[in-house]
């Protein structure tokens, strides 16, 4: 295994040390440039934290695509043997059918998910997803809400399922009885959440209106639930400025909120954002006419990565970085020698 570069070691030791930060919020952004060794980074980060011990590292890494995230997956946990790589890295690529799946036996285990079919946000067209997905909802239906269960329409699960789903259901059985006790508690505080109080009439109701949104709403809910029953310790999110609505709108889906815990803290993941360009650069005068939105983009960014207090300070110093060069122009030769230390005296 190839090792680590200098600069490559001074981010990862900046990272652990905002993960190991009691007080902090155990965020951190890698930010370079495109062939730099992001990944390299991440591999690292998580070999480091896979020597607790204590249990298996478990790993989130999120991609915008199957293709990239499925890759990708196997470089993160390079530092392994190969035969704990493939344990590693024979995983489910839905968070929904975590619940379901045997933990591998390795010092580390890497989901590698998409926030289209792991993370769909309140906002997001919600699909059927796979039939095992759906048949695994439907014995998890029967188990916690066994009179709505008889009373569903079996095609709204099926939908275009059709020779295989009698196995399919029935391997869902054979999981399910294999599956954490609490499992069931769990999904019924998420379809709580998902439908609102109280839960069958919620479900009544949605039932009545598209079944491929009712299926996804029910889809989100089981993630929600195999999110809550088997948290990751590190989150990584890899070139994240293609789906930021995972950041924007944390706070209103509980989804993401428990993905990403809503403030940091000790019980919150790790979170490892990898980007070459974390916010939006401009580059016509078009784009600098939305100037306003790239700011509050980078803005959100600090709050996210430092809190409201560095959100704030940030603000201040650009503001006052930008009065400084109006103040420059208007009444200065900018060629001169003598405008460089008025620039540095901001913040």
Not at 272 to 283: I, N, Q, V
Request: overall charge positive.
């Amino acid at each position: 295994m190839s090792q680590p570069k200098p600069f490559q070691k001074a981010a990862v030791n900046a990272a652990m040390r905002a993960f190991n930060d009691a007080g902090g919020r155990r965020r951190f952004l890698v930010a370079d440039e495109v062939g730099l060794g992001k990944t390299v980074v991440a591999k690292e980060i998580a070999r480091r934290m896979s020597q607790d011990g204590h249990r298996p590292l478990v790993v989130y890494y999120i991609a915008n695509g199957h293709a990239v995230s499925h890759q990708n997956k196997h470089r993160v946990v390079g530092f392994l043997g190969d035969k704990e790589r493939e344990a590693a890295t024979d995983t489910p690529d839905r968070l929904s059918l975590i619940a379901v799946s045997k933990t591998p036996s390795s010092p580390v285990v890497i989901y590698a998910l998409t926030p289209a079919t792991s993370f769909p946000g309140a906002r997001a067209r919600l699909t059927g997803g796979r039939k095992e997905e759906r048949a695994f909802l439907k014995v998890l239906l029967e188990r916690t809400y066994p009179a709505f269960a008889r009373n569903l329409d079996p095609s709204i699960l099926r939908l275009s399922a059709r020779n295989s789903w009698d196995w399919v259901v029935e391997d869902s059985e054979r999981k399910l009885a294999c599956s954490p006790p609490n499992i069931g508690r769990r999904f019924r505080e998420a379809l709580a959440l998902e439908f609102g109080e109280p839960v069958r009439a919620g479900l009544d109701a949605a039932s009545k209106g598209k079944a491929t949104a009712f299926v996804g709403r029910l889809r989100r809910a089981l993630a929600l639930a195999t999110l809550r029953h088997q948290s990751p310790d590190l989150v990584i999110l890899d070139e994240f400025q293609r789906y930021r609505q995972v950041l924007d709108e944390k706070e209103q889906d509980p989804l993401l909120k428990t993905l990403l815990g809503s403030d940091g803290g000790a019980s919150a993941p790790a979170v490892l954002l990898l980007s070459a360009t974390p916010y939006r650069l401009l580059s016509t005068r078009w784009d600098e006419a939305r100037g306003a939105l790239a700011q509050r983009e980078l803005l959100d960014l600090v709050e996210f990565l430092a809190g409201a207090p560095a959100r704030d300070k940030a603000k201040h110093l650009f503001a006052a970085f930008g009065d400084k060069l109006r103040d420059i122009v208007a009444h200065t030769d900018a060629d001169h020698p003598e405008v460089a230390p008025e620039i540095r005296t901001v913040g």
